[in-house]
């Protein structure tokens, strides 16, 4: 098989994948899902060669090879028993691997571990020897419990293992990756293109938002990390998504968006942040996280290669849809990342004209002007291309989209979170105590009794968790002060953070009414009065 073949082949693969997910018609969607079951049949006629060739595409029946993170790798040998294996070949040197396995030594082990008699495949061929599985499962094996999770995580990750994962008979490759669906949606009339009110489609209730069942959600959570892994890629937001809470919203013609939340444990202290994958029926079409603080969102989409074809700004602005309905936030931040400093293929894409286009501005004046002059370029001549200069110049600062009634004073400039974090490390600096760990505690405690907490037994362990996190940043606005009613509102957020639905928290937090201030957001309020300030970052856009 030539390189060219090789490539085509994928491509006939990818085209199938695609059909499945945006089909003309029933017919088309059945042939394309008989189609993507024969892939490994068809991989496996090919000679040794052949099969080569088409390793880390993804698809079913090939190879694929990765350093993972320590999440990944530990849901790897959660899914795929005996499919994946240390792939020793691309190891330079053994020595991080070696600190991580001497962790894990009997003290009689030591002397022919540091022999130099073995390398270390060898060694842990022999140490494997009676265990059902793979080298990676062995390790995995050990490695597991919570006792010493961060240990492992750390030095697993400096490790760096390369592995390689079979995806023969996997229904986590890319042909077979699919969240089970009863309806099928077609696309008859073509694919569609971005609403014309952009702001108005946003803001339409979403009609079908439901909270899955654990087992669904867990499903949901395998799909999502598979679409990922199976394109050498993870995000955090998958990688510690909860289960228990993970939301399914219908949007129409066979699309639909999941929601994650994270695991009470991952979450960070100020800001909700979630992930979502979004399904075209039931095929992962493109994913994202989102920052979810007050009223806005700082969020940002990627649309898989298979797909860059669809109807992408349609998904996109459907994903803020989702969320506004979620949490009905009025502001929508998208970083430079996101469309083009240090990522090259944003850059190369012109990604900034499809934020731009969607109605999102840049917040600095200046860079806000080059648009609009780059822009009258465009109209006065189609074929004019903006260059990667100017491209590079465009993504120099964020890009914010505004829906109706949104304030430049409730901006909640994202600079403001490292102030945040400075002043909590201030509070925990003047609580004294022999260790930092002691030095929390007192925070915790002063603040239950600041906003009249009488007693924390009745909060679970998550609840308490939530409220350590939170604690240090709360006491920096100096709560005590506040009057009944603003303290009972803020207990609610303190003991929303470590519940089972950290939705609920964002959701207070855009709620939450002050007497004193009709901007509400209780902490927000207070936060930007100690930091100095705020609606900072060059204004809101949203044109």
């Not at 008979?169 to 077979?176: C, F, N, P």
């Not at 898989?304 to 506004?324: D, K």
């Not at 604690?471 to 303290?487: F, H, M, N, Q, Y």
């Not at 930007?528 to 204004?539: N, R, S, V």
Request: charged share 25%.
């Amino acid at each position: 098989m030539t390189p060219e073949r090789s490539r085509a082949l994928i491509q006939e693969y990818s085209a199938s994948l695609f059909t499945r997910a945006f089909p003309r018609s029933l017919g088309e969607h059945r042939r394309a899902a008989d189609a993507l079951k024969l892939v490994e049949q068809q991989t496996r006629s090919l000679s040794k060669s052949q099969r080569k060739r088409l390793e880390d595409s993804g698809q079913a029946g090939t190879l694929l090879r990765y350093s993972f993170s320590f999440e990944v790798a530990h849901w790897l040998a959660r899914t795929s028993p005996g499919a994946v294996s240390i792939d020793w070949n691309e190891i330079d040197s053994t020595e991080p691997l070696d600190d991580l396995l001497r962790l894990l030594l009997q003290p009689a082990e030591d002397e022919y571990f540091d022999s130099g008699y073995a390398t270390t495949e060898e060694w842990v061929s022999v140490a494997s020897s009676g265990f059902k599985g793979t080298d990676f499962d062995w390790l995995m094996a050990q490695l597991g419990g919570k006792t010493l999770e961060s240990v492992w995580r750390q030095l697993y990750d400096a490790a760096d293992v390369p592995l390689v994962w079979d995806l023969s008979g996997s229904r986590y490759s890319k042909s077979l990756n699919v969240y089970p669906v009863t309806k099928i949606g077609t696309r008859q009339a073509g694919m569609r293109s971005r609403p014309y009110h952009v702001k108005r489609e946003i803001q339409r209730p979403v009609k079908s938002v439901a909270r899955l069942s654990r087992s669904d959600g867990a499903t949901m959570i395998d799909v999502a990390m598979a679409s990922l892994a199976a394109r050498h890629r993870e995000t955090y937001h998958f990688n510690f998504a909860n289960p228990e809470e993970v939301y399914l919203a219908d949007v129409g013609a066979g699309v639909s968006v999941a929601v994650f939340g994270l695991l009470p444990s991952y979450r960070f202290p100020l800001e909700c942040t979630m992930g979502y994958l979004v399904l075209a029926n039931g095929v992962p079409v493109g994913y994202g996280g989102s920052s979810i603080l007050f009223k806005q969102v700082n969020t940002g989409v990627n649309v898989f290669e298979e797909f860059r074809g669809s109807e992408a700004s349609y998904l996109w602005v459907q994903v803020m849809r989702v969320y506004h309905s979620l949490v009905g936030c009025t502001r929508y931040i998208a970083n430079p990342y996101q469309f083009g400093e240090g990522n090259r293929e944003a850059l190369r894409s012109g990604a900034f004209w499809f934020y731009y286009k969607l109605g999102y501005r840049p917040v600095v004046p200046e860079i806000r002007a080059l648009a609009q002059s780059e822009l009258k370029k465009k109209q006065m001549t189609p074929s004019h291309r903006t260059g990667i200069g100017t491209l590079r110049k465009l993504a120099s600062c964020d890009m914010h989209l505004t829906l109706p009634g949104a304030r430049q004073s409730e901006l909640f400039d994202e600079e403001w979170i490292t102030t945040s974090s400075q002043l909590a490390t201030e509070v925990l600096g003047r609580a004294g105590g022999t260790t930092r760990r002691a030095a929390a505690r007192r925070v915790m405690s002063s603040l239950a009794g600041d906003v009249d907490i009488r007693s924390l037994r009745s909060w679970s362990t998550n609840e308490k968790r939530g409220l350590s996190a939170l604690a240090p940043i709360v006491a920096a606005v100096e709560p005590g002060t506040w009057d009944r009613g603003s303290k009972q509102e803020l207990r609610k957020l303190l003991r929303a953070k470590g519940g089972t639905r950290e939705l609920d928290y964002a959701c207070l937090l855009y709620t939450s009414p002050s007497p004193r201030d009709p901007r509400g957001d209780l902490v927000c309020r207070l936060l930007l009065e100690k930091g100095g300030g705020g609606g900072g970052g060059g204004g809101g856009g949203g044109g």
